[in-house]
């Protein structure tokens, strides 16, 4: 059974910076690629970054140079790095398996104050 634990989350004002952390479990970690994701209320889920099992990393457009995902598969997490801020980043993150679609967290809330 796959659980994904988002922590980190929080209010900061623009410019600011956060980390997310994403923990793992039930899964072969190290072999899956994991992704971040956004949702606003009311809104669709939105695709933030993904890195792959074998590091390489890619963004949406409106996050390039400001949020860098990572992992470390000693503890089964990937993070996402969160500098620059704007109030348009406010959104609960969601991390989840690439290419999967349900069995989502709890999310952490992200609020940027301007």
């Known amino acids: 059974q796959v659980q994904l634990v988002e922590s980190g989350g929080g209010l900061v004002q623009t410019g600011g910076s956060l980390r997310l952390s994403c923990v793992a479990s039930?899964?072969?970690?190290?072999?899956?690629?994991m992704a971040w994701y956004r949702q606003a209320p009311g809104k669709q889920r939105e695709y933030v970054a993904i890195?792959?099992?074998?590091?390489?990393?890619n963004y949406a457009e409106s996050v390039k140079g400001r949020l860098t995902i990572s992992r470390d598969n000693s503890k089964n997490t990937v993070y996402l790095q969160m500098n620059s801020l704007k109030p348009e980043d406010t959104d609960v993150y969601y991390c989840?398996?690439?290419?999967?679609?349900?069995?989502w967290g709890q999310g952490t809330q992200v609020t940027v104050s301007s």
């Open positions: 039930g899964i072969i970690f190290s072999r899956s690629a």
């Open positions: 989840n398996l690439w290419g999967r679609n349900d069995g």
């Open positions: 890195v792959t099992s074998g590091g390489t990393t």
